[in-house]
C-alpha cells in the first residue's frame, strides 16, 4: 500500500490527528520555508501549495491526500499524453514569507505549468494576491472561499465560496422557522473580512443574525450559532461553551471544519450537534466521481474519506481534464489559455462551470456530528 512520506511511521489516525493539531511546530508544518518533495524529476510538473499550520493542517492534509490520490490514480492510468504528471507538493507554515517563498519555487521550476489546491483558504487568498495578469501561471481549483476580484484572470476557482456556504445555511435554518441566529468569528481577522457576507445572507433569507463573542465567559447562546473558523477554535468554542440546563444548541460551520478531526479531539457534546457545510457532495454519495475517490483513497492510502480528501482529488481531477484539453505542445501559455476558455467539465456528476469568469455550478453539501460522535450525512 502506498502511503505519503510523512505518514509512513506515524500512529494510528486518531492519534496522529490529535498530534497534527496539538504540535504546532511539527516538522514542515512549522518550516520557515517550503519544501519540495517529488519522486522524480518529469518534464511536467503541477506544483500544490499547502498551509500546514497548526490552524489549517486538519484540512489541508486531507486536501493533500485527497490530490496525491488523484494524480497517483491519473499516471497510473497513462498520465497526460503517454507521459506522467509530476506533483509538486510546497509545504508552508502559512507565513506570509514562506506562501512567497512557495510560489515564487513554484514559478521557478521549468517543467511547472500550474498550480493546482491549493490549501487552506488563507494560503489560497495570499497566492491569489500574488498573481496577476503576468503571472504566467494558472492558479486552479485552489481551496479559495472568500470573495475574490481576479483583474489578471489567472485564478480559476471551482467550489462555492463562503457567500455560497453561508446561503446554503440560512436556507436549511429557515426552512425549519428559525428565525434568529448568532454568529462566532474564531478571530477578528475573518470578523473582518466576512461579517457584511454573513448579515447580508441574513438579511436575504429573513434570518436576525447576532455577532457574537468567541471569548470564555460569555452568555449563553441562541439555539443557533453559526460558526466561521477552523476546528481548532471550534473545539475550543464548544470546550467552553456553557448552556442552561434543558437546552440544545445547534453549531453550523463551515468549509474549513474537519467533523472526523473535531470528534476525534472529543468535540461531540450530547445536547451541542454540529453541522458542517461543504461545498462537495457527501463522500458517501453514490456520484461517479465520489465512488472514485473512495475507490482509489482505499487502495492507496490506510485514510477514511473526509469532505476535504474529496475536495482535494476534485481539484486534481479538474486540473487534469483541462491541461488534455490544451491545444498544441504543453506549456505555461498554452495552458492558461485552456483555463480561461472556462469550459463546462462534468467530472463524474460534479459540475464545474461558469458564466463569464464567476462559476455557474456549484454543490454545497451538510454533515452533522452528533451528540454520541457518530458523523451523520
Not at 240 to 254: H, I, K, N, S, T
Not at 351 to 363: E, F, I
Request: hydrophobic share 45%; charged share 15%; net charge positive.
Amino acid at each position: 500500500m502506498h502511503r505519503h512520506p510523512s505518514l509512513q511511521t506515524a500512529p494510528a489516525p486518531a492519534l496522529r490527528r490529535r498530534t497534527l493539531l496539538q504540535a504546532a511546530g511539527l516538522g514542515a508544518a512549522a518550516a520557515a520555508l517550503p519544501r519540495a518533495r517529488a519522486q522524480d524529476e518529469r518534464p511536467l510538473a503541477v506544483a500544490q501549495i499547502v498551509d500546514l499550520s497548526a490552524r489549517q493542517q486538519d484540512v489541508s492534509r486531507d486536501f493533500l491526500i485527497g490530490s496525491r490520490a488523484a494524480w497517483a490514480d491519473f499516471n497510473a492510468r497513462g498520465g497526460l499524453r503517454g507521459q506522467p504528471v509530476q506533483h509538486l507538493v510546497l509545504e508552508t507554515d502559512g507565513s506570509a514569507a514562506a506562501t512567497r517563498a512557495a510560489w515564487q519555487a513554484a514559478h521557478q521550476h521549468a517543467g511547472c505549468v500550474a498550480l493546482s489546491g491549493c490549501a487552506g483558504d488563507g494560503a489560497a487568498a495570499a497566492l491569489a494576491q500574488l498573481q496577476g495578469a503576468s503571472a504566467g501561471l494558472a492558479l486552479v481549483a485552489p481551496w479559495l472561499h472568500r470573495q475574490w476580484q481576479d483583474e489578471g484572470d489567472t485564478v480559476f476557482t471551482i467550489f462555492p465560496d463562503y457567500q455560497a456556504q453561508i446561503g446554503h445555511a440560512v436556507r436549511s435554518l429557515a426552512a425549519v422557522g428559525v428565525q434568529q441566529a448568532g454568529v462566532v468569528f474564531a478571530h477578528p481577522a475573518l470578523q473582518q473580512q466576512l461579517q457584511a457576507s454573513v448579515l447580508q445572507a441574513g438579511v436575504a433569507m429573513g434570518l436576525r443574525t447576532q455577532v457574537l463573542t468567541a471569548a470564555p465567559g460569555r452568555a449563553a447562546p441562541p439555539v443557533i450559532v453559526l460558526f466561521v473558523g477552523g476546528t481548532p477554535e471550534l473545539h475550543e468554542y464548544l470546550a467552553a461553551l456553557e448552556l442552561p440546563r434543558g437546552r440544545q444548541c445547534y453549531v453550523v460551520a463551515l468549509a474549513d471544519v474537519n467533523l472526523q478531526v473535531l470528534a476525534q479531539l472529543g468535540g461531540a457534546r450530547r445536547n451541542v450537534p454540529v453541522i458542517a457545510t461543504q461545498p462537495v457532495p457527501l463522500v458517501t454519495a453514490g456520484l461517479p466521481i465520489v465512488r472514485a475517490y473512495r475507490d482509489v483513497l482505499g487502495r492507496l492510502y490506510d485514510e477514511p474519506p473526509s469532505p476535504q480528501g474529496l475536495a482535494g482529488f476534485i481539484a486534481a481531477r479538474y486540473t487534469a481534464e483541462v491541461l488534455a484539453s490544451a491545444a498544441g505542445p504543453l506549456h505555461r501559455a498554452s495552458v492558461l489559455a485552456a483555463f480561461r476558455k472556462r469550459r463546462e467539465v462534468q467530472l463524474g456528476g460534479y459540475v464545474v462551470a461558469y458564466q463569464g469568469r464567476r462559476l455557474a455550478s456549484g454543490v454545497v453539501t451538510q454533515s452533522m456530528l452528533a451528540g454520541d460522535g457518530r458523523i451523520v450525512g
